[in-house]
């Protein structure tokens, strides 16, 4: 059975720091998911990374994809308060995804 | 495009009580997927579907139901409600291998 860990599951960081996000999944996948959710709210796609070594960037946060060690990091570039959020990576599982338990990120002036 | 409706937002059942949570994609995506979330417990994944007509357990189907007839309406049954079904329904569909878009949620409270 997939098991998608993340980690820290809680994060507090500064206005304008940096910091690294890791999912960990324990099954071969070729496909990694990383979405974001806002208090109340439903989940928003933030990256697909499609094979070994993929990379995406979306302003201050980057995504890569190391598919040998099955491990995939979210880096967030210059902390703001408005990545504030609860980060889910996914891996697929036959159908549908086996998601992590999410990293809650608290973002402070 | 509306993508990924659900109704209703909110809902507080008794328990033993029944009730159907709609789900409807003008995505034209044959996967869908139903979801819980329990705080700090990620999502679970209750039933999906490849297409009208198939269904398919999750890792969590105990107490519910669902049904595909249309490429667009997935609804999830809630036959006798039990405090434990307290959580965050998502619904979800897909493209086969791609990106899962969801719906707003339904939140459900069983006293």
């Known amino acids: 059975e997939l098991k998608v860990e993340q980690n820290p599951l809680f994060l507090s960081m500064q206005e304008g720091k940096n910091y690294t996000i890791y999912c960990n999944y324990s099954t071969t996948s070729d496909r990694l998911y990383w979405y974001r959710q806002d208090p109340g709210k439903s989940l928003e796609s933030l990256f697909v990374?499609?094979?070994?070594?993929a990379v995406k960037q979306e302003g201050r946060l980057m995504a890569s994809l190391d598919t040998k060690a099955r491990l995939s990091t979210l880096h967030i570039t210059a902390a703001v308060h408005d990545l504030s959020a609860t980060y889910f990576c996914?891996?697929?599982?036959?159908?549908?995804?086996?998601f992590g338990k999410g990293t809650s990120l608290l973002v402070t002036p | 495009n509306a993508g990924v409706t659900q109704t209703p937002k909110f809902r507080i059942l008794k328990i033993g009580q029944s009730m159907t949570l709609q789900c409807t994609q003008d995505?034209?995506?044959?996967?869908m997927y139903w979801y819980r979330q329990d705080p700090g417990m990620g999502l679970k994944l209750i039933y999906y579907s490849v297409g009208a007509g198939i269904t398919d357990k999750g890792e969590v189907p105990n107490g519910y139901n669902v049904s595909r007839s249309t490429t667009e309406d997935f609804p999830l049954r809630l036959e006798l409600a039990a405090p434990s079904q307290t959580s965050v329904y998502f619904c979800?569909?897909?493209?086969?291998?791609?990106?899962?878009?969801f719906g707003p949620g339904t939140r459900l409270t069983v006293l």
């Open positions: 979800a569909t897909s493209a086969w291998g791609g990106t899962q878009y």
């Open positions: 995505m034209n995506h044959n996967y």
């Open positions: 996914a891996a697929p599982s036959g159908y549908a995804l086996n």
């Open positions: 990374l499609l094979s070994n070594g």
